[in-house]
Nanobody
Framework: AIYLTELGGGSVQAGGSLRLSCATSGSMYARYCMGWFRQAPGKGREGVAH???????TYADSVKSRFTISLDNSKKTVYMQMNELKPEDTATYYC??????????????????WGQGTQVTVSS
């Protein structure tokens, strides 16, 4: 079985930064995709960014130029550096994987394993 464990959430003021990490345990296919999603209270889960096993990335428009997703294959860990945080970034952040090449972020059902989530709170 594959498990994903997120770390790095917390509380910051607007304009601050946080770095999330998602460690993978278990065997992965040679080709895979890792994504970050978030869910704010009362809202649906939305895709934030994803990266495939060769480093190609995609970002939601709301986080472009502020968030950076990266992958360390040797550590089987995906990171997301979040800069210039805004109160509207407040949410529980989840990492998830697709056992194939990346699909559009709106296709959440393709992501077959999810982490437990980590809370990010941005105050104004």
């Amino acid at each position: 079985a594959i498990y994903l464990t997120e770390l790095g959430g917390g509380s910051v003021q607007a304009g601050g930064s946080l770095r999330l990490s998602c460690a993978t345990s278990g065997s992965m296919y040679a080709r895979y995709c890792m994504g970050w999603f978030r869910q704010a209270p009362g809202k649906g889960r939305e895709g934030v960014a994803h990266i495939d096993s060769v480093g190609a990335t995609t970002y939601a428009d709301s986080v472009k130029s502020r968030f950076t997703i990266s992958l360390d294959n040797s550590k089987k860990t995906v990171y997301m550096q979040m800069n210039e945080l805004k109160p509207e970034d407040t949410a529980t952040y989840y990492c998830a994987k697709v056992p194939r090449s990346c699909v559009p972020l709106r296709y959440k059902h393709y992501f077959d394993v999810w982490g437990q989530g980590t809370q990010v709170t941005v105050s104004s």
